[in-house]
Structures are given as structure tokens and as C-alpha cells.
């Protein structure tokens, strides 16, 4: 298994001999990659490839010449997964669901065509921003040394930054909104910073020193879940201490009824990295409890054969395509597991007791430092703590730790956002 921290380590290390230039930021990201996977693949060129790249990029560009006549100044990044019928990540809904994509060119990020097919007759304004950053890419090169390939991949990141500030000064963008992305953000912050746009950020994942997409720039605007994420993404980057910062609340969900007093039903939250064997074989023992209910929620970006069939061949329930409210409106679970994802912050939402296995693997080991999840060293320990009363205190003490007592209101976010974007409806 991986250890972020000694691979951080090795990135400061080549980060102060090498690229200590701050031109360099907008691509960090990559350098970070290369050094956790150094299998990492680099691009394979294909002719339905090329063509279905060609075809978004002119959609793009007849959009680019559209939203000039029609003088849009707002600008939108946001993400669709393949297999999602072209609809944005279900993360963004907490800002996106109000907001007037008419009135704003939509930079879409979608690794399918058809999906992105879908997006651009399901959104207006919708340019593609995978179609830039294919020809941005270099077509014939070879793999060479770690350094060397970051220098690659970090010449097509500064011709996709060239490529967004062109675009936003050919418009004369005034305001940018996004989810952060840490793959491409600190590219459009950088463009937005020096053309002077207002930057606009949301959250939708939890904030580490191991994500090193947010430790560089900043929005000018930023909106959190709660408190607690609000101290984690100054932790990692101290500049947002001179930012704004607006707390959206928790969003209350809706869970199961049915509550089963003879079974205890674990949801097991699987993520990537994971050493299958151990992980494997401790989902084996739980399934042979006759007091466990196992289920695995894997991720449905990915196509994981290797754990799909592990699953049906041992007969353990699991969910792909499902989100986290879906699979809890169908299921009561107690617990929910996880090895690396900070999914499990979730739990509480679902009235869930978070159970993190401890591992080789440190990236989310600050969860146990903050005392926001029960640590889980093997079986034994599972069926220990599951078999223990259910402890309301605890359940509640975590849950105000990380949620804190604000609720999510979706017209505060649109009463925060107006003040700034015409692009917002008023349903007052």
C-alpha cells in the first residue's frame, strides 16, 4: 500500500531541486501523480479518439463564438461522469441546482463522448474542456524519466492554461464558479488571477496536505460544508485565512425506516489503492457472520472487474451506479467502513456509526487524529464494536464535530451567490 506521507516527502524534496518556480504550480498536480503512480499512462492515440476530439472541439468553438453575441460574462466548470446520462456530478447539486446555465458558458469536464453528447443538449453555453486538452498533449513522445515526464505533462498544462485565458479574455469573463477539481484549478485560477475574474470555489471532497491541487492559489471565494472543513482547508493552505469563506450547512438526508434489531448492516466504502487480498479477505469473514450484513459501495467512475466479480462470486451485495442517499433510502446500516475514503465522514449524516481500518495506507489517518472516527484495526475488532450497544453520544458528538449545527438551506446559497451572479434564480 501506498504511504502519502513519505511520498509528500519526495515531492517537497524534487519540488525545492527542481521546480521551485512558482510558473509550475499549475501543474504540481501531475509531479504528485508520477510520484504515487509510476505506472502512470500516458495518453494512447486512436483514430475514433482523434475524431470524437475533433467533433467536441468544434462544438466548443461555435459555442466560444455564440456566447460572444450573446456577451456572456460568467464562466462555469463542472464535472460528468461517464454512465451519468450526461447530468453533472450528483456533488454539485448543492450550488448548481439553482444556478442560470443560460446565462453562463459551461466548461464541462467528461472523459465519454456520448456523454458528452448528452451534456451539450442537456446544458447551454457548453464548450469541453478534455477536446483543449487532447491537442494541447503532446501526439508522439516516449517514457522517460520521472522528471522528464513532468516536464511533458506540464507543457500541455501551461497550453491549456494559455488556452482558458484566451478564451475568458476573448469574452471578457468577469466571474468564474467552480467545483474544486484539484486536477485543473490552480490552470483556471491562474488565468482568472491574471485577467482579473472573480473566482468563485466549492467543495466537494475532504481537504489534505495529500491533495496538493489546492496548497497553490486560491479562489477569491470559497464555500464550505461546515466548520470543521473550513479549519481543514486553511490547515492545508494558509492563505485562505484572507479569503472568503461561506458555510453552506449540512444537508439533512433522508434514510430507511426499517430497522433490523437481530442483523447489523455494514456498508463497506471502497476507494482506490486498496490491497485487495486483505481487503478481500476481511469482506470473506464478515460475510460468513450470521450477525453481519456486509454491503460494498463501489465507485461507479470505475470499472473494477476484479471487485465486481469478487462480490458476485461471494454472494456480497454491492452497489455501483447507486449514490450514497439512494442505497440508505433502501438500507438502515449502523456502520459504515472504510479504508481510505473520506466518504466515511458521511456516516453520521445517514445516523451511521464511522468505523476507519487502520492501514498502511496514512491518507486519511487524520481522521483519527481528529477524532471523528472509530479506528478498526481487523475483524475482530469489527465484530467487537459492532456487537457493543449502540452509543448515541458518540454518534452525536462526531456529528457536531464534523457538521456542526448549521443546516443546509439551498436559499442561503442563493442569497450568498446572487449578491455576485445575475446567473442565480430568485424564488423570492
Same mark, same amino acid.
Given at each position: 500500500?501506498?504511504?502519502?506521507?513519505?511520498?509528500?516527502?519526495?515531492?517537497?524534496?524534487?519540488?525545492?531541486?527542481?521546480?521551485?518556480?512558482?510558473?509550475?504550480?499549475?501543474?504540481?498536480?501531475?509531479?504528485?501523480?508520477?510520484?504515487?503512480?509510476?505506472?502512470?499512462?500516458?495518453?494512447?492515440?486512436?483514430?475514433?479518439?482523434?475524431?470524437?476530439?475533433?467533433?467536441?472541439?468544434?462544438?466548443?468553438?461555435?459555442?466560444?463564438?455564440?456566447?460572444?453575441?450573446?456577451?456572456?460574462?460568467?464562466?462555469?466548470?463542472?464535472?460528468?461522469?461517464?454512465?451519468?446520462?450526461?447530468?453533472?456530478?450528483?456533488?454539485?447539486?448543492?450550488?448548481?441546482?439553482?444556478?442560470?446555465?443560460?446565462?453562463?458558458?459551461?466548461?464541462?469536464?467528461?472523459?465519454?463522448?456520448?456523454?458528452?453528447?448528452?451534456?451539450?443538449?442537456?446544458?447551454?453555453?457548453?464548450?469541453?474542456?478534455?477536446?483543449?486538452?487532447? %491537442?494541447?498533449?503532446?501526439?508522439?513522445?516516449?517514457?522517460?524519466?520521472?522528471?522528464?515526464?513532468?516536464?511533458?505533462?506540464?507543457?500541455?498544462?501551461?497550453?491549456?492554461?494559455?488556452?482558458?485565458?484566451?478564451?475568458?479574455? %476573448?469574452?471578457?469573463?468577469?466571474?468564474?464558479?467552480?467545483?474544486?477539481?484539484?486536477?485543473?484549478?490552480?490552470?483556471?485560477?491562474?488565468?482568472?488571477?491574471?485577467?482579473?475574474?472573480?473566482?468563485?470555489?466549492?467543495?466537494?471532497?475532504?481537504?489534505?496536505?495529500?491533495?496538493?491541487?489546492?496548497?497553490?492559489?486560491?479562489?477569491?471565494?470559497?464555500?464550505?460544508?461546515?466548520?470543521? %472543513?473550513?479549519?481543514?482547508?486553511?490547515?492545508?493552505?494558509?492563505?485562505?485565512?484572507?479569503?472568503?469563506?461561506?458555510?453552506?450547512?449540512?444537508?439533512?438526508?433522508?434514510?430507511?425506516?426499517?430497522?433490523?434489531?437481530?442483523?447489523?448492516?455494514?456498508?463497506?466504502?471502497?476507494?482506490?489503492?486498496?490491497?485487495?487480498?486483505?481487503?478481500?479477505?476481511?469482506?470473506?469473514?464478515?460475510?460468513?457472520?450470521?450477525?453481519?450484513?456486509?454491503?460494498?459501495?463501489?465507485?461507479?467512475?470505475?470499472?473494477?472487474?476484479?471487485?465486481?466479480?469478487?462480490?458476485?462470486?461471494?454472494?456480497?451485495?454491492?452497489?455501483?451506479?447507486?449514490?450514497?442517499?439512494?442505497?440508505?433510502?433502501?438500507?438502515?446500516?449502523?456502520?459504515?467502513?472504510?479504508?481510505?475514503?473520506?466518504?466515511?465522514?458521511?456516516?453520521?449524516?445517514?445516523?451511521?456509526?464511522?468505523?476507519?481500518?487502520?492501514?498502511?495506507?496514512?491518507?486519511?489517518?487524520?481522521?483519527?487524529?481528529?477524532?471523528?472516527?472509530?479506528?478498526?484495526?481487523?475483524?475482530?475488532?469489527?465484530?467487537?464494536?459492532?456487537?457493543?450497544?449502540?452509543?448515541?453520544?458518540?454518534?452525536?458528538?462526531?456529528?457536531?464535530?464534523?457538521?456542526?449545527?448549521?443546516?443546509?438551506? #439551498?436559499?442561503?446559497?442563493?442569497?450568498?451567490? #446572487?449578491?455576485?451572479?445575475?446567473?442565480?434564480?430568485?424564488?423570492?
Amino acid at each position: 500500500m501506498i504511504i502519502h506521507k513519505k511520498i509528500l516527502n519526495q515531492f517537497y524534496k524534487i519540488e525545492k531541486k527542481y521546480f521551485r518556480d512558482s510558473s509550475y504550480n499549475i501543474s504540481k498536480n501531475y509531479l504528485h501523480i508520477l510520484l504515487l503512480n509510476k505506472n502512470f499512462n500516458f495518453r494512447k492515440i486512436s483514430f475514433l479518439g482523434f475524431v470524437f476530439n475533433i467533433v467536441l472541439l468544434l462544438l466548443s468553438f461555435n459555442t466560444i463564438l455564440f456566447c460572444k453575441i450573446k456577451r456572456i460574462k460568467h464562466a462555469n466548470y463542472f464535472i460528468v461522469h461517464k454512465g451519468q446520462k450526461g447530468k453533472f456530478d450528483f456533488r454539485s447539486n448543492y450550488i448548481l441546482e439553482n444556478y442560470e446555465f443560460k446565462k453562463s458558458l459551461n466548461i464541462i469536464r467528461c472523459s465519454s463522448f456520448l456523454d458528452s453528447l448528452k451534456a451539450y443538449f442537456i446544458y447551454p453555453n457548453v464548450i469541453f474542456y478534455l477536446s483543449f486538452d487532447y %491537442f494541447n498533449n503532446y501526439f508522439f513522445y516516449k517514457k522517460s524519466s520521472l522528471i522528464d515526464n513532468y516536464k511533458i505533462l506540464h507543457e500541455k498544462e501551461k497550453k491549456n492554461f494559455q488556452t482558458i485565458k484566451k478564451i475568458f479574455k %476573448f469574452l471578457k469573463i468577469e466571474k468564474f464558479l467552480s467545483i474544486d477539481d484539484q486536477r485543473v484549478i490552480q490552470s483556471f485560477l491562474k488565468a482568472c488571477y491574471e485577467l482579473n475574474i472573480e473566482t468563485f470555489g466549492y467543495m466537494h471532497y475532504k481537504f489534505s496536505k495529500y491533495v496538493i491541487g489546492i496548497k497553490y492559489l486560491c479562489f477569491d471565494n470559497f464555500i464550505v460544508w461546515s466548520n470543521y %472543513f473550513k479549519n481543514k482547508l486553511i490547515e492545508v493552505n494558509k492563505d485562505y485565512i484572507r479569503k472568503k469563506i461561506f458555510i453552506s450547512g449540512y444537508p439533512q438526508k433522508k434514510i430507511s425506516k426499517k430497522i433490523n434489531k437481530d442483523v447489523i448492516n455494514i456498508l463497506y466504502l471502497f476507494d482506490l489503492d486498496l490491497n485487495f487480498k486483505i481487503v478481500s479477505n476481511l469482506l470473506k469473514r464478515l460475510n460468513k457472520s450470521k450477525k453481519i450484513n456486509i454491503y460494498v459501495k463501489l465507485k461507479p467512475q470505475r470499472i473494477e472487474t476484479k471487485w465486481d466479480n469478487f462480490c458476485k462470486k461471494e454472494n456480497i451485495r454491492y452497489f455501483k451506479f447507486q449514490n450514497l442517499d439512494q442505497i440508505n433510502k433502501e438500507i438502515r446500516f449502523n456502520y459504515f467502513i472504510a479504508t481510505i475514503s473520506t466518504a466515511i465522514l458521511e456516516s453520521t449524516l445517514y445516523k451511521a456509526i464511522p468505523l476507519k481500518l487502520h492501514s498502511s495506507n496514512d491518507f486519511a489517518d487524520d481522521l483519527f487524529q481528529d477524532k471523528v472516527v472509530f479506528k478498526v484495526n481487523n475483524f475482530k475488532d469489527i465484530t467487537k464494536i459492532s456487537q457493543s450497544k449502540f452509543v448515541k453520544k458518540d454518534l452525536n458528538r462526531i456529528f457536531r464535530k464534523v457538521w456542526g449545527l448549521k443546516k443546509y438551506n #439551498s436559499n442561503n446559497i442563493k442569497k450568498y451567490l #446572487s449578491n455576485y451572479f445575475y446567473s442565480i434564480k430568485s424564488r423570492i
